[in-house]
């Protein structure tokens, strides 16, 4: 009597077929999960860069202030004149210390001014943070005392590490 097999009822699949099918998912799983995995660590790179930047453009904001707190009484009159012409006021601004405005400490950072130009009602402050921050903030100065009424917004400036490709 002939076999189950001999009479053609159960066809065998090809040798060797299951195994590559196998291999082929299995890879198949590997790349998808490798793939998740990169999309995760872009994401958690997007997030400290984001946080950085946040933390860097607040760093300015207080530095910024402070300047405005530094500009008070004695040194309000300086408010009137470039930066670049502080220290050739001689008795103009005879109470007041330039270099006072000209760099400060926001709890670790130190900031420097880079440029104060009065103009009006208003003038423009640039700052730098050591660790390269710089920026450029719009004040409203008081019309009828010098002091800073409001700091403005910010617009950054392009820091050394910023420019390297």
């Not at 402070?66 to 502080?86: G, N």
């Not at 880079?114 to 700052?127: A, E, K, Q």
Request: with cysteine; proline share 5%; charged share 20%.
């Amino acid at each position: 009597m002939p076999s189950y097999r001999q009479r053609g009822c159960c066809q065998s699949t090809p040798s060797g077929f299951v195994l590559p099918l196998a291999l082929s998912a299995a890879f198949l799983i590997l790349l998808s999960s490798t793939c998740l995995h990169s999309l995760a660590l872009l994401s958690r790179s997007r997030t400290r860069i984001s946080t950085a930047e946040r933390m860097r453009a607040d760093q300015l904001r207080s530095a910024a202030q402070h300047f405005a707190q530094l500009a008070t009484d004695s040194h309000s009159c300086l408010l009137t004149w470039p930066s670049s012409r502080w220290n050739d006021l001689g008795s103009q601004c005879a109470d007041a210390d330039p270099s006072r405005l000209q760099q400060g400490l926001i709890g670790e950072e130190v900031w420097s001014l880079i440029d104060w130009v009065p103009s009006g009602d208003t003038g423009r402050l640039s700052l730098r943070l050591d660790a390269g921050a710089r920026a450029v903030f719009l004040l409203a100065l008081d019309p009828d005392g010098l002091a800073v009424r409001e700091v403005g917004a910010m617009r950054p400036l392009v820091t050394l590490e910023q420019e390297r490709p």
